[in-house]
């Protein structure tokens, strides 16, 4: 079983920064991805970006060119770093991790981005 923790969510003016981070713990050796998705109310939960074990990435392609996934392998953790944002990107960010068929979720955290 893996455990998820987030932070870094907040409120931010359009084209500003933020960084979310997301710590693993339990069975990590069992990760193949790890990935962000993110949820506005009354809509499905969509993909942000994804990072494998080997490093590869996939982007959505509305922040294509503006957030960039990394993993540091020694601290179990993701980093989502979010630049030039946009009030469209407001939402409830989560993290997932899957290992085989198996997926963990973190318990979310807000992003808020004002005009």
């Known amino acids: 079983q893996v455990h998820l923790v987030e932070s870094g969510g907040g409120l931010v003016q359009a084209g500003g920064s933020l960084r979310l981070s997301c710590a693993a713990s339990g069975s990590i050796f069992s990760i193949n991805v790890m990935g962000w998705y993110r949820q506005t109310p009354g809509k499905q939960r969509d993909l942000v970006a994804t990072i494998t074990s080997g490093g590869s990435t996939n982007y959505a392609d509305a922040v294509k060119g503006r957030f960039t996934i990394s993993r540091d392998n020694a601290e179990n953790t993701v980093y989502l770093q979010m630049n030039n944002l946009k009030p469209e990107d407001t939402a409830v960010y989560s993290c997932?991790?899957?290992?085989?068929?198996?997926?963990?979720w973190g318990q979310g955290t807000q992003v808020t981005v004002s005009s």
């Open positions: 997932n991790a899957r290992a085989g068929v198996f997926d963990s």
